[in-house]
Each structure stands twice: as C-alpha cells, then as structure tokens.
C-alpha cells in the first residue's frame, strides 16, 4: 500500500516511516498540509495518517480538503497528542476513519495500519457490489444480510431480528468504519415518524449488539462515541 504521513516531527517523522516501512508498504513524508495536499493532486495513497498541529495548515483542515475533492476512497487516521475525548470526536466528525494518540507505540501503530489494510481490500474486492444501489446483499465476514427479505445470518445460522433492528444492522454493515450520528440513524431508520425518542434508539442498538454478537471474537466492534453516534468496525 501507499501511504503519505503528515508529521512536521523529524524524529517522529522517521519513527512514522520505520513502522510503516517494516510492515512492507510504501511511505511517503511530508512536513505541512499544503506539501501534502499538493501531492494528493497528482498522485494516489490508500492511507493518510495526519498529525493535527503541523505547519501553516491543521490535520483537520487537509482531512476537511481530501472529503471534499477526493471523496471517501481513501482512508484517513489521525496520530495526534489531542487526548481528550472532545478532541477524538472532533477528528472523527471531520471523517477521519480511525483516531490514534502519542506518544507513539510502535506495535500498535502497525497493528492499526494492518486493519485498516483489511478495509481497503475489502472494499477493492467485494465491498463495491455491496454497497451499490442496487445491492440485495450485505456478506462481512461471518455476517449475511439479504436486503430483499430482510433476513440475517451469522454463520448461516438465522439472526431474529425486528424489522428496525435489521434496518439498523444493514445501515452498519454498508458503512464500515464510518462514524454514523444518532441524527442519522434516526432519520434513515425512522424517517419522519413521531414519538421518537433517544432512549428508543439507545434500546435498539443494544438489542443490534447483543442479537448480532459484535464483539471482538467475531472480529467486529460496535464503538459508541458520547452523544454523536456509533461506528462498527471489523478486524
């Protein structure tokens, strides 16, 4: 894979680069946003991983550029010293894909670049029937959804699940990886339906977690961001 680092840190620029480059991809540095962002005109990575304060531009204001020119193609993480839970929820509402803080760990640095390898090839090999609109199925690792019946599996083993609870899981399994607001769901699950409330959307997840099994040894996790949403991610 080709992956671009923005860390204006020479000595964690290097250790950046030594991490990536031991895991058998192709790293490419830069110091400041616009170097970067004048890169990504000309040529294609498959992964970002931005630090937030660096030169003349913040890692929030190139992630904000690549969603709106290049779209979601590409996967973006940030590697940042903002610790605070404010600040992760800020990094993922911009659209960055996965949030990491320093001080840098080196095995968990590669371990997080090698699942978000898994997305990529997931999406270049089957994700993109999936997701089309004219998609009649959702298939993730052990997990089977059939749009038309309104049916899942895990396994081939039959899911019961109340018709929101399926729209719910579909909406999930067809956005790996993306932060989804609790307005979202709301609005494509429920659509304009009265009487709505947050405890009931906070009861159908929980009902989505627990029926679907999405813990880590089925290699997925239903994160919960406070007060903004949810992202499922797989392992």
Request: glycine share 6%; net charge negative; hydrophobic share 45%.
């Amino acid at each position: 894979m080709r992956i671009a680092s923005l860390e204006d840190d020479p000595i964690e620029s290097q250790l950046i680069h030594q991490v990536i480059t031991d895991a058998g991809h192709e790293c490419t540095s830069f110091a400041d946003g616009k170097s970067l962002i004048t890169a990504l005109q000309t040529q294609r990575f498959d992964i970002l991983v931005l630090d937030w304060h660096v030169p003349d531009m913040t890692g929030k204001d190139v992630i904000e550029w690549v969603r709106g020119s290049i779209g979601e193609n590409i996967i973006v993480m940030f590697l940042t010293n903002r610790v605070l839970e404010e600040n992760i929820v800020a990094g993922l509402m911009a659209g960055a894909d996965d949030y990491m803080t320093k001080p840098i760990r080196e095995a968990e640095l590669s371990a997080r670049i090698h699942a978000l390898s898994k997305r990529i090839r997931h999406v270049s090999e089957s994700d993109a029937a999936i997701v089309a609109p004219q998609a009649t199925a959702v298939e993730v690792g052990i997990f089977n959804f059939d749009l038309l019946r309104k049916t899942a599996t895990i396994r081939g083993e039959p899911v019961e699940l109340k018709p929101k609870e399926f729209d719910i899981a579909a909406l999930f399994f067809q956005n790996i990886g993306q932060l989804i607001s609790r307005e979202r769901i709301m609005e494509e699950v429920w659509g304009r339906e009265l009487m709505m409330t947050s405890r009931t959307l906070d009861t159908h997840m929980s009902q989505v977690r627990t029926k679907l099994q999405l813990k880590l040894d089925n290699n997925v996790r239903l994160t919960t961001v406070y007060t903004i949403g949810y992202r499922l991610d797989t392992f």
